[in-house]
């Protein structure tokens, strides 16, 4: 258990659909990125919030909207998505945006499968 | 671009025996972590390494970070099954944006029982 929780753990959409993703994490951290995991690819940072303000979005494609109402929430909102996009969405969360040792926890991930 | 390479991709060994698995940068890196993934799971920290020619041992784990501050290994003594997983080594660099973590692919590592 590393305090940071995702729902759900799988899910299947069709191209056309609109689903969310939801992460909380129980730390009290006050920085929560959204990471997309593909098969042979490493580990891709898509957003990152820092007290619930966006400080980063890696040219992200629009059908992919992130949501953070408070810093214990976030959620990814997903419409219109293509089979590419078919991967693990790893949430994670940590002290604080900088410092060189800042550590990462993350949930177990929502494996997405896009038909 | 900075490129961050981890080799092997894959690790088939017997239980018992010793294995060293690497992760070497195009840059110099302000700090590196190793991360452990098990099947289903999301990745979990092992270790962060800061300063050149640092050693850290875990358990059965002994990681290095090179004089160069551009490489690092992990040598694991001894595998168990329980070793099994995805070892991903992630780094940050200096300058803009220095807060991002640059991961590896990783290195999938299976102990035989």
């Known amino acids: 258990e590393t305090g940071v929780t995702q729902t759900p753990r799988h899910l299947v959409m069709g191209m056309t659909n609109k689903k969310s993703l939801k992460c909380e994490q129980h730390l009290g951290h006050n920085a929560m990125y959204w990471y997309k995991q593909s098969a042979k690819k490493p580990l891709e940072l898509m957003f990152v919030y820092s007290l619930e303000e966006r400080v980063e979005n890696n040219s992200v494609p629009s059908r992919f909207s992130p949501e953070c109402p408070n810093s214990s929430h976030l959620f990814l909102h997903l419409h219109t998505l293509q089979p590419e996009d078919s991967a693990l969405y790893l949430c994670?969360?940590?002290?604080?945006?900088?410092?060189?040792?800042?550590?990462?926890?993350f949930g177990s991930g929502t494996q997405l499968s896009v038909l | 671009t900075q490129l961050l390479e981890q080799s092997p991709q894959f690790l088939s060994i017997q239980e018992g025996e010793n294995l060293t698995v690497y992760c070497n940068s195009s840059s110099v890196f302000s700090s590196l972590q190793w991360y452990r993934q098990e099947p289903g799971e999301g990745p979990v920290l092992l270790v962060t390494v800061v300063t050149g020619g640092e050693v850290k041992k875990l358990k059965r784990l002994t990681f290095q970070f090179g004089d160069a501050r551009k490489d690092s290994s992990l040598h694991i003594t001894a595998a168990q099954p329980g070793d099994t997983g995805l070892y991903l080594c992630?780094?940050?660099?200096?300058?803009?944006?220095?807060?991002?973590?640059?991961f590896g692919k990783g290195t999938k590592l299976s102990v035989i029982p």
């Open positions: 992630a780094v940050r660099y200096s300058g803009a944006g220095s807060y991002q973590l640059t």
């Open positions: 994670a969360s940590s002290q604080h945006i900088q410092g060189f040792n800042e550590k990462l926890f």
